[in-house]
């Protein structure tokens, strides 16, 4: 079984930082690619970032330039870095750990708030 748990949400205001984390745990995780979706209110899933286990990394065209997803591959874990946070990265974020051949595991999610 595999858990994954996200952390770091939390309200900023705009254009400030925030990090958030995720670590994943379980049968087959190590080396496994892992990465963020977020789904704000009304709006449908946005992909955010991920990277594979050898470190290629992939944005989603509305974070690129501001987001930086990166891994600590002895932990299973995953940070996102968000700078110049804007009202519409206002979201909740699920972590992703994308094992080759099963479907994906998520996390619970966690709110990032972008206001003044």
């Known amino acids: 079984q595999v858990q994954v748990v996200e952390s770091g949400g939390g309200l900023v205001e705009p254009g400030e930082s925030l990090k958030l984390s995720c670590a994943a745990a379980?049968?087959?995780?190590?080396?496994?690619?892992m990465g963020w979706y977020r789904q704000g209110v009304g709006k449908a899933r946005e992909f955010v970032a991920q990277?594979?286990?050898?470190?290629?990394?992939l944005y989603g065209a509305s974070v690129k330039g501001r987001f930086t997803i990166s891994r600590d591959t002895a932990r299973n874990s995953v940070d996102l870095q968000m700078t110049s946070l804007k009202p519409e990265d206002t979201a909740v974020y699920y972590c992703?750990?994308?094992?080759?051949?099963?479907?994906?595991?998520w996390g619970q999610g966690t709110e990032v708030t972008v206001s003044s």
């Open positions: 379980g049968r087959g995780v190590s080396g496994s690619a």
């Open positions: 992703y750990v994308r094992r080759p051949g099963v479907p994906e595991n």
């Open positions: 990277i594979s286990g050898s470190g290629i990394t």
